[in-house]
């Protein structure tokens, strides 16, 4: 993921902006740049795009003392629009040299937006995204515009989510940043000779221990010693400082009270990064370099197997269904444990996919022997790479949603159901079950899913009522159908081990022929119900539980009023491509858990008996 670190002081910046990048490089990158504002107010701008080499090779080129400044900004990038090359690492300068920004985030719209400046005359040098926002800051400001207006102007322009930082040559001495939903955070600090801004509170512990954290549809300024805060109306905002705790593991939390909330909130951040270098937005198409199945041995594959444990069995359901419906191969998810001891009959037609974050489950690496075993071409969708999986694997996709340290699997839920999803996307058009055109509709979707798990993630206000409620009942049952049905498993799941609430999830059709009997006022049901074509068989599986005096709670689509006829509570999700339903859906899932837990008093970052990585069976 993007990392941020800028500076505004007393001392040279280009030292401190590439430590403070250092700092941040934790997250991932395959570029690196800075841009300071030198002693004669011009914005002199170095970057790098040599893959992991990008920031010693930059800490190199601005090594040598020729280039300083008191204000500076830098930048790690993870492609997600256009190559890793130099051109495309940011920062980025407007035409007319005013300004330079850095940008984490996917602006969806940008296209459009590239259009109308290249109307206007405007050159662009790379092929990211993230230059419209140079060009249109850097004609703000020369129309008159103080940085921090123009900022928000073109904040104001842009589709999805957003973290800036700017200079500007006419404000030589501050640094603008802003926040607009989820698109990694900033957090400002300062002492008496500097000001500081970062994606991470680690990056600031050299300069201070109190911190600011932006929230989204915030804007800040920060210039030696002082930090000023505004909403996008620009309007002053007041807030103190929190005081970080001085160790790693609080500031890896930044404002959050816990791991877990702080990776359910990276989710839009993590689906960004599965899907860099994979999806070209602007060409519409979708690749997975990673793939080393010839196009032929593509179109020889019979069967899928997707197999792991836990959550990465439910995003191995996930898979399955995806694979199955939009590339017609017969797929099916299997647990490792199971798999591994089955004999299955597997071969060379077989597509085998491990779905494992750690890569070192033993369960599923045994699995994922047998299929080597057994002549099948084999992919591991995997978090830690360079792990045991990776070995065994032909190939791997990762999922770069970031280290997970909370033992509940999130974030790698969702990076692993969008890694998933890309792949079957390849492999259907590779088949010829779809065209470019399906693909581009594909792409088109997915751009917005970043900004649609972050819409979902603003439910929490829905979701603390329902979980206080949730807190009461010995026993849940979770259902679904369809791609809901590995939901329904994953709500349940995260239930279980969080709140310690036995939980079942369970097929919605499978209810009368047994688990009808449970049903009653002291069995909540949470019931994963958008609208699509199953929709009105989960209406009638609402109704069966409510004849039975049981209480419901309904996971729905936004503007769906009749679910409110027959469900006790309905949590509203965006309404989206059906495809994307399961990512809508899984964010409350998430969040009930949590919630559930902080009720009752649990721990959820380290839920008892649960280990993060199970290496033995
Ligand atoms: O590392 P893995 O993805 O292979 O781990 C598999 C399961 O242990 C894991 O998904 C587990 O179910 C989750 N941490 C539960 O939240």
Request: net charge negative; aromatic share 4%; hydrophobic share 45%.
């Amino acid at each position: 993921m993007c990392g941020i670190f800028a500076y505004a002081g007393s001392e040279n910046a280009v030292p401190l902006l590439i430590e403070g990048l250092r700092s941040v490089e934790y997250r991932g990158y395959d570029s690196a740049g800075i841009s300071v504002i030198d002693a004669s107010g011009v914005i002199q701008t170095v970057k790098r795009g040599d893959h992991k080499a990008s920031l010693e090779n930059l800490a190199v080129t601005v090594g040598d003392g020729q280039l300083s400044g008191v204000v500076g900004i830098g930048h790690t990038r993870w492609a997600t629009h256009g190559q890793v090359n130099q051109q495309n690492s940011h920062p980025h300068s407007s035409s007319n040299g005013v300004v330079s920004i850095a940008h984490n985030g996917i602006i969806e719209n940008f296209l459009e937006l590239k259009d109308e400046l290249v109307d206007s005359g405007i050159e662009f040098l790379s092929e990211t995204d993230s230059e419209v926002l140079a060009h249109l800051v850097g004609k703000s400001v020369a129309s008159g515009s103080s940085l921090r207006e123009a900022v928000i102007g073109a904040a104001s322009r842009i589709k999805g989510n957003t973290a800036i930082v700017a200079v500007s040559a006419a404000e030589p001495n501050i640094v603008v940043g802003l926040r607009v939903g989820n698109a990694g955070g900033i957090v400002v600090g300062k002492n008496a000779d500097a000001a500081v801004m970062a994606s991470d509170t680690i990056a600031l512990l050299p300069y201070t221990t109190e911190v600011i954290y932006l929230e989204p549809g915030e804007v800040v300024e920060i210039e030696k010693g002082a930090i000023r805060l505004f909403d996008l109306e620009g309007l002053s905002i007041e807030r103190e400082p929190i005081i970080t705790a001085q160790n790693f593991e609080a500031a890896q939390k930044g404002n959050h009270p816990h791991f877990m909330s702080k990776e359910i909130a990276e989710q839009p951040d993590a689906i960004q990064s599965a899907m860099r270098g994979r999806v070209d937005f602007a060409a519409g198409t979708i690749s997975l370099p990673e793939v080393t199945l010839t196009s032929e041995q593509i179109r020889s594959i019979d069967r899928v197997i997707l197999t792991g444990m836990g959550t990465s069995l439910h995003a191995g359901m996930f898979g399955a269904s995806v694979i199955e419906s939009l590339a017609r191969i017969p797929a099916a998810a299997e647990n490792s444990s199971e798999l591994r001891y089955r004999n299955p009959v597997i071969g060379p037609k077989t597509l085998v996919i491990a779905v494992t974050q750690s890569g070192e489950t033993a369960d599923t690496l045994a699995a994922m022997e047998h299929a080597r075993r057994a002549g099948s071409p084999q992919a591991v969708v995997l978090e830690l790479e360079g792990s045991q999986a990776s070995r065994i694997a032909d190939f791997t996709l990762p999922i770069r949603a970031g280290q997970e340290i909370g033992v509940a699997s999130t974030k790698t839920l969702i990076a692993s159901m969008t890694t998933l999803l890309q792949l079957a996307a390849v492999l259907a058009e590779t088949r010829g079950v779809i065209g470019t055109t399906a693909v581009r509709s594909i792409v088109e979707s997915i751009a917005e899913l970043p900004s649609l798990v972050a819409t979902a993630l603003g439910l929490i206000g829905q979701i603390t009522a329902l979980a206080e409620r949730l807190s009461k009942f010995d026993d849940l049952l979770y259902l679904g159908r369809g791609a809901q049905l590995p939901i329904a498993f994953e709500g349940a799941l995260k239930m279980k081990e969080l709140a310690y609430i036995h939980a079942e999830g369970y097929p919605a059709g499978e209810m009368k022929h047994g688990v009808n009997a449970l049903l009653g006022p002291n069995m909540a049901t949470v019931v994963s119900a958008p609208q699509n074509d199953l929709y009105e068989k989960m209406l009638s599986n609402i109704s069966e539980v409510k004849a039975r005096g049981g209480e419901v709670a309904a996971i729905a689509t936004e503007g769906d009023v009749m679910i409110e006829r027959v469900a006790d509570h309905v949590i509203y999700v965006p309404k989206c491509h059906e495809l994307l339903q399961p990512f809508m859906t899984l964010i409350p899932m998430q969040l009930l858990a949590y919630r559930t837990a902080l009720a009752l008093g649990r721990d959820p970052d380290k839920p008892r008996n649960l280990a993060k990585t199970v290496t033995v069976e």
